[in-house]
């Protein structure tokens, strides 16, 4: 049955970041490498050129040796531990990944043997990835642990930027200065003026606590760099120093609102979902999404109209996630019986109160039998006979 086919094409839309996020990691564990034998090569070919072209006794000569094996040692202890503790969980992860979207593209039926275990493992890699976006991580590895699905989601990644949210949340940027810089060649091809807030930040803190002269010094140091790019945010900083937290003077005021730091949180939490290709809304979400846009009728956001049976007129669940979608686009209405949730058909015709309100017939039916043959509107309260009740028919 074409309702059993497995849309391969729509399915692995929402499984991208499974396969980027490894990805992305062993590529940045690469370029450290590289950048690593770079550096260590270019100091060998120094030493090698300076020991051949000065005469040096054999003392002399030996101890360059030695330095030049000692750096050479160096680096492949480097080499080794990045290899160790970064390329082969990641490696693994990877392997772990693509077998996992392998077996998806196996299946041509939902019906196949196999296909509801896998559903049940990208089910569980959903639930691991909102826990981690909801600050529940020991929920998160919990489940991911009794699984055995923890090379399938990134704990890891999620537990580092709660680290620095939670830093930034205390009114600490150390630790996301410290994340600035250990990712700062991805971070200047983003363009992102992250740094720059975080040290703006920082010294807006000096001036709240009235120390001037670091404060002075803290700008010396650090927004020299930033002059050309963020000039007016300098300039306008500046006036920190003459203006204190109790300043009157809305423009500096501002400055010090301590909603600044909850929005250094979002801003890093963007940048670094940017940094590690990982979707901004839980992969949960983005998927009930598809099922919410494809239910949710304009008569959902009608108080009056609401149906217990459908999802998006659940003010308190699935509704809330509705809001944020757009409307589903029916060729051909479907009638659907407030009293019973049935839909009304043929074989379920509607039936119409003296008032206009309108039942399916077998919701009708079973009200009035327990009701010796009364039927009540539970829109408008109106209470009448069964046999006063006309069909209506759905051309």
């Known amino acids: 049955m074409d309702v059993c086919k497995v849309n391969h094409e729509a399915a692995l839309m929402l499984e991208q970041p499974l396969i980027k996020v490894p990805y992305e990691q062993f590529r940045r564990n690469f370029k450290a490498s590289q950048k690593a034998i770079e550096r260590d090569y270019q100091a060998l070919q120094k030493e090698s050129a300076d020991a051949s072209k000065n005469k040096r006794s054999s003392d002399q000569a030996l101890k360059a040796l030695d330095g030049m094996i000692n750096r050479v040692e160096g680096l492949k ?43 049940d493992t990208r089910l569980d890699r959903w639930l691991v990835d909102w826990s981690l976006r909801n600050g529940k991580e020991d929920t998160a590895k919990t489940i991911a642990s009794s699984r055995g699905i923890e090379d399938l989601v990134e704990i890891n990644s999620f537990s580092s930027i709660r680290r620095v949210e939670a830093a930034l949340r205390g009114h600490s940027c150390t630790e996301a200065l410290a994340w600035c810089s250990q990712n700062k060649v991805a971070l ?118 609401t149906n217990i049976d459908c999802p998006t007129c659940d003010s308190k669940g699935l509704g809330q996630l509705a809001k944020s979608v757009p409307m589903s686009h029916h060729v051909n209405s479907t009638i659907v019986c407030r009293i019973s949730g049935d839909i009304m058909d043929e074989n379920n015709p509607p039936m119409a109160f003296p008032n206009g309100f309108v039942y399916s017939t077998n919701g009708l039916k079973e009200m009035a039998s327990r009701n010796d043959g009364q039927v009540t509107c539970p829109r408008s309260g109106f209470s009448c006979d069964f046999k006063m009740l006309r069909k209506v028919y759905i051309t």
């Open 77 to 119: 202890r480097k080499l080794e531990d990045i290899q160790k503790n970064d390329n082969i969980p990641v490696q693994a992860s990877m392997r772990r990944r693509l077998d996992h979207i392998s077996t998806f593209e196996s299946f041509t039926s939902t019906e196949q043997p196999g296909f509801a275990a896998w559903a």
């Open 188 to 305: 200047a091809k983003t363009k992102t003026t992250l740094e720059f807030d975080l040290r703006l930040q920082e010294f807006i803190e000096l001036a709240r606590s009235r120390k001037t002269s670091e404060a002075m010094a803290y700008s010396r140091k650090h927004f020299t760099s930033y002059l050309e790019s963020h000039a007016k945010e300098v300039t306008h900083c500046m006036g920190l120093l003459a203006c204190g937290p109790d300043t009157p003077l809305a423009r500096y005021k501002r400055l010090y609102d301590p909603s600044r730091w909850e929005t250094l949180v979002n801003s890093f939490r963007t940048v670094a979902f940017n940094l590690y290709s990982l979707p901004t809304e839980p992969l949960l979400h983005l998927a009930l999404y598809a099922g919410l846009a494809s239910l949710k009728l304009p008569a959902c956001s009608d108080g009056d109209c």
